[in-house]
C-alpha cells in the first residue's frame, strides 16, 4: 500500500515521525561535530596539559583551580576547596531536578614510562607520607576532568534542551578513597542540595576507545581493609609446648577463611577475601607473641559485605578458642575506617539511559561487559546515605588495533591502569565521554511540557 492511498492521516502520521527522526539524527549530529570542533580548539590541548601535570590525592591544587576557572568560564556558580581541595560548581536553569556528574582528579605515585610526547616529569611531595614521589595520571582521571570541562560547555550551549540545576564535581583523592567522604562530611549535600540523580564514569583500557560500558548491576566492589592480631604467648622455640604459636594459629586462620567464599557464598555471588601481608617473629628459635594478618575484602552487596565480615570475626575467634586461649586473649579482628560499599547502579535508570545511548550514538557503541576483577570506587559514598538513584558507567580508552593485537599475541599486552606504561586514546575517550555524559543530561533534565 503506497503512503498516498492510506489516507490524510496516515500521512500525516508518516510525516511527523519523518520529521522527529530528522530532528533526532540533526541533534545526535550536532551534538557530536560541537564536541570534535570543542576537543580540536581547546580540549586536547587541556588534556594534554592535566596530564603532563597530574598531583597526589589532597594536594590537586593547581588541578582544581583549573577547573574552577574553566567551569566559571562558561557561567557556573563555583565553590572551591569543599572536602579539601574539592570543587563545586552549579548551574541554575529553571524549574526541574538536580542532577550531578563527578569527575575524579587525581593521580597517582608512579613513574611515567609511557613514551608519551607529553608524558608527565613531574613530582610532589605526598601531603600524607611526607616524602616525594614522581606523579602520574596512571588510572585516566585527566580523561574525567577534560570530559566535565567539555560537558559544561555542551550543556551552557544547549540551555533551551533542559530545565533544573546542574552540578559538576571536581573530587579529590579517589585514588586514596578519601575524596568522597571528605566532601560529604563538609555538609555538602546541606550546602548545595541534594541531587535527584548522580553520574559518573571511568575511562577503561580494556575497553575499546570511544564505547560506553553499563551494566544494571555493581560496576565497582564494596572494599574494606581488615587487621587481625592474633594474640600468643612466647617460648623459646625448642619448647613449644611452654607457650601459645600466634603463627600456627594465625596459619589455620588463613586456611579457614578461604572457606568463606567457597562454602557460605552462593556460588554465583560474588566475594573475595584475600590475606595480603602476614607478619610475626623476629628470630628463628622464638615463638612470638604476636601475629598480625592484613586482609582486603570485596563485595559487590551489602547482604554479601555482612557475610563476610562476620564470618571473619567468627573464624579468628573461634579459632583462638580451639588453641585454647583465654577470652582475654582471643584474636581481635579491627576495621579500618578505610573501607567503600559497593557502587550500585539504578537498574531502572541505567534501562533509560542505554536506551538514549543506543539510540543516539549507535547500538555497536553501548555493551554490558562485566569487570573480570573486583576493584573498588567511593563514588558510593555520594550515592548511599541518601540513597540516589546513580548510575555509573565506562568508557573505553584503547584503540581498537591495539587490543586486537594484544589478542592475538601479534602486538604487546594492554597497560593496566595503575602501571607505568598506562596510556589512553585521548579524543574518542574524552568526546565520547562528553557525549554520553550530555545525553545523559538531556533526558533526565528534559522539560515538562
Known amino acids: 500500500m503506497s503512503i498516498q492511498a492510506a489516507g490524510p492521516i496516515t500521512t500525516i502520521l508518516v510525516s511527523f515521525f519523518a520529521v522527529a527522526i530528522t530532528s533526532l539524527s540533526y541533534a545526535k549530529d550536532n551534538l557530536a561535530d560541537s564536541i570534535q570542533a570543542d576537543y580540536k580548539n581547546r580540549l586536547g590541548d587541556m588534556f594534554e596539559e592535566f596530564h603532563a601535570n597530574p ?10 583551580k583549573k577547573i574552577a576557572k574553566e567551569l566559571r568560564a562558561n557561567g557556573f556558580n563555583v565553590t572551591e576547596n569543599v572536602g579539601g581541595t574539592g570543587v563545586v560548581a552549579l548551574l541554575k536553569n529553571g524549574e526541574g531536578p538536580l542532577v550531578m556528574m563527578r569527575a575524579d582528579m587525581d593521580g597517582l605515585p608512579v613513574e611515567e614510562k609511557s613514551g608519551l610526547s607529553y608524558t608527565s ?23 574525567h576532568i577534560t570530559s566535565l570541562i567539555g560537558t559544561a560547555k555542551q550543556m551552557v550551549d544547549r540551555k533551551d534542551q533542559w530545565s533544573g540545576t546542574l552540578m559538576l564535581i571536581g573530587q579529590p583523592a579517589e585514588e586514596r578513597v578519601l575524596g568522597a567522604k571528605a566532601m560529604m562530611a563538609d555538609n555538602l549535600w546541606q550546602r548545595f542540595g541534594t541531587p535527584d540523580y548522580a ?33 600468643g604467648v612466647g617460648a623459646h622455640g625448642a619448647s613449644p609446648h611452654a607457650g601459645k604459636d600466634p603463627i600456627v594459629l594465625g596459619s589455620q586462620i588463613v586456611m579457614a577463611l578461604q572457606t568463606l567464599v567457597s562454602r557460605e557464598l552462593s556460588p554465583r555471588q560474588s566475594g573475595v ?13 622464638i615463638i612470638s607473641d604476636l ?19 562476620r564470618g571473619i570475626k567468627r573464624i579468628a575467634e573461634n579459632l583462638g578458642r580451639a588453641a585454647g586461649l583465654p577470652e582475654d586473649r582471643l584474636p581481635e579482628v579491627v576495621y579500618s575506617e578505610e573501607s ?13 539511559l542505554k536506551n538514549v545511548w543506543q539510540t543516539a550514538m549507535g547500538e555497536d557503541r553501548v555493551t554490558a561487559h562485566k569487570p573480570e576483577g ?3 570506587e567511593d563514588f558510593p559514598f555520594f550515592t548511599t546515605d541518601p540513597e540516589i538513584k546513580s548510575v555509573y558507567f565506562s568508557v573505553g580508552g584503547t584503540d581498537k588495533d591495539y587490543i586486537a593485537a594484544a589478542i592475538d599475541g601479534s602486538g604487546p599486552a594492554v597497560p593496566s591502569h595503575h602501571s607505568p606504561l598506562f596510556k589512553i586514546e585521548p579524543q574518542p575517550a574524552v568526546t565520547a565521554g562528553i557525549e554520553a555524559t550530555v545525553l545523559a543530561l538531556l533526558d533526565l533534565m528534559a522539560p515538562v511540557k
Open 374 to 376: 573486583m576493584g573498588a
Open 121 to 143: 616529569k613531574a613530582t610532589q611531595l605526598d601531603p600524607v607520607t611526607q616524602k616525594t614521589f614522581p606523579v602520574m595520571h596512571a588510572c585516566g582521571h585527566d580523561v
Open 55 to 64: 598531583e597526589l590525592s589532597l594536594a590537586e591544587f593547581k588541578t582544581a
Open 273 to 285: 577475601v584475600t590475606v595480603g601481608a602476614f607478619h610475626s617473629g623476629t628470630k628463628h628459635n
Open 291 to 309: 601475629a598480625h594478618l592484613q586482609l582486603t575484602v570485596r563485595n559487590t552487596n551489602m547482604e554479601t559485605r555482612d557475610t563476610l565480615l
Open 340 to 352: 567503600v560499599p559497593p557502587t550500585i547502579n539504578n537498574e531502572a535508570m541505567v534501562r533509560r
Open 199 to 231: 553520574l559518573a564514569f571511568h575511562v577503561s583500557s580494556n575497553l575499546q576507545a570511544g564505547v560506553i560500558n553499563v551494566l544494571e548491576s555493581s560496576p565497582f566492589a564494596g572494599a574494606d581493609t581488615v587487621d587481625i592480631y592474633v594474640h
